[in-house]
T-cell receptor, first 115, second 115 residues
Framework: EPEVTQTPSHQVTQMGQEVILRCVPISNHLYFYWYRQILGQKVEFLVSFYNNEISEKSEIFDDQFSVERPDGSNFTLKIRSTKLEDSAMYFC?????????????FGSGTQLSVL | AQTVTQSQPEMSVQEAETVTLSCTYDTSESDYYLFWYKQPPSRQMILVIRQEAYKQQNATENRFSVNFQKAAKSFSLKISDSQLGDAAMYFCAYRSVPGNTPLVFGKGTRLSVIA
């Protein structure tokens, strides 16, 4: 089965630093997502992306966050100035269709630790 | 806003036995989708089963089946003939019908399988 690839698997950074989390969605997919999971809490939606623009974003996705699809394969999440509370597992996901019951393919996540 | 509640933080089952994981949700919508995702130690989120709310018939995927009670807003997952490889975190998720809307996740249930 095709896979969504995320790099790095672990990222440690100092508070206030910028981080870029990278994702390679499945090649023929058109819809891309970032979710995050703070330890012990539920998985939360951050942002969805289609046709080179944000489709929807949550309250978590403030001005410190941005997403980009710099080329035909990568999908990145940037946090400009990390805070301690940004420490979480970040999941990228992609899907091929618009329909609500479409299967989302998730990556294995990037564990971000902000010190 | 929709919410998803999983009231069992942890469950355990003997190998080859059957276990049921509970999920309830709150919504004012009449049509929507429900999902169960599995997160093994590899941390990748894997779709186990999905259900369209307009379908009365409960979804089944091999050893996995659901008991969908729309009036009660309940969506439990039954795993039959449990295997060691079923040990994982299981997340219940909700999605509105308009395409590309975010998944709303519960906090998860950690399932242990005892040999």
């Amino acid at each position: 089965e095709p896979e969504v690839t995320q790099t790095p698997s672990h990222q440690v950074t100092q508070m206030g630093q910028e981080v870029i989390l990278r994702c390679v969605p499945i090649s023929n997919h058109l819809y891309f997502y970032w979710y995050r999971q703070i330890l012990g809490q539920k998985v939360e939606f951050l942002v969805s992306f289609y046709n080179n623009e944000i489709s929807e974003k949550s309250e978590i996705f403030d001005d410190q966050f941005s997403v980009e699809r710099p080329d035909g394969s990568n999908f990145t999440l940037k946090i400009r100035s990390t805070k301690l509370e940004d420490s979480a597992m970040y999941f990228c996901a992609s899907s091929g269709l618009w329909t609500g019951n479409e299967k989302l393919f998730f990556g294995s996540g990037t564990q971000l630790s902000v010190l | 806003a929709q919410t998803v509640t999983q009231s069992q933080p942890e469950m355990s089952v003997q190998e080859a036995e059957t276990v049921t994981l509970s999920c309830t949700y709150d919504t004012s919508e009449s049509d929507y989708y429900l999902f169960w995702y599995k997160q093994p130690p590899s941390r990748q989120m894997i779709l186990v089963i999905r259900q369209e709310a307009y379908k009365q018939q409960n979804a089944t995927e091999n050893r996995f089946s659901v008991n969908f009670q729309k009036a009660a807003k309940s969506f439990s997952l039954k795993i039959s003939d449990s295997q060691l490889g079923d040990a994982a975190m299981y997340f219940c998720a909700y999605r509105s019908v308009p395409g590309n809307t975010p998944l709303v996740f519960g906090k998860g249930t950690r399932l242990s399988v005892i040999a």
